[in-house]
């Protein structure tokens, strides 16, 4: 089978003069699970072949709710209801790490990558984008972590990467309040380099991909080799911090109380 | 310095465009989740436009609890 192209569930990406675009269509609002997994991992994978005709990456979804709702908590509670305590610790380290490998693959990828987010880009979704080196997003876009209100802090490389790009106060400020940014704030404390219209996030982004594929390829990746490492170190840390925290009571009780809510906003930290 | 009124005025006709909704519909006390019929995300959708608009920075925490069009126009009008 092609690696040019392909259509998941959850995802999916084409080949296409010399861009990668890497849609995400999973229903309510991509939320990163047991279902997204295999076929990131499949993506990751299928690099190895992408990479060698292509200058860019794009990142985006087709869903109107926004970029990614970050993990499917719902899936995360009701699989460590059904098992011991300590198999779900295993199991959530396990998730995390088979997703970190996939991360950290794009995030050095030798190509340049776009995130084109609108919409909500929290948790898991916001650590997606961040992999990425770019992100363009719709004006209607909103960044958070909202970790905080479970008793977690993001597990899928958000803190070390949030702190490669921005300053230690701002990242504290998102981690530790749980509150939502919206792009103009996110643009000015340099977390995403192009504030869009609605909707032309994509269309933004395939012109920054057409722009970078006039230069030297080479020059790019070394250029991205120097001035953006994969803190491996702190990823690894984070996960650790992750599982410490995961298996404390308060965190079950705080994703029963998400699963089982019927607040309004239940979004809103 | 935008008053209060005309604060409240700005977001209900800016709620009622967005969220299709008939303007006279709209009345200050009223809840909007009800009255807009939305959700919490939609919320979200609601709040990105008020800062965009109003060219203000609200934390989400800030509106944990507020439903009504008044006491959300108050809530902007303190960080204009």
Redo the contacts between chains.
Sequence with gaps: MSTKQFKGQALSWQLQGGVIELSLHREP?NELGSLSLPELEKFASALDDLEGDANALILYSELK??FC?GADLRELYERSQSMEKSHAVRGVRDFLERIHRVLNRIDAAPLTTIAAVH??TFGGGFELALVCDLIIAD????FCFPEVRLGLIPGFGGIPRLKRDLGNAVVRDLLL?????????AQQIGLVSQVVSEGEALRAARATAAQIGKFDRETAVAAKQFIKPVPLEELREEIDIFCELFSRPAVQAGLKKFVEST??????? | METAEKTLDEILTLAAAHFKVPREKLSPDEDF?TALGI???Q???L???L??HFRV?L???E??GV?DFRTLAAKIQARL
């Design positions: 609002c709710c926004g709702a919409g909500v004006k209607m876009a909103r309040t749980g509150r939502s940014i919206n792009a103009t704030k607040d309004a906003q239940p979004y809103l930290p | 989740f959700d919490s995300l919320t979200l959708d709040l990105t436009k800062e965009n920075e934390p989400d925490y509106l944990q439903t």
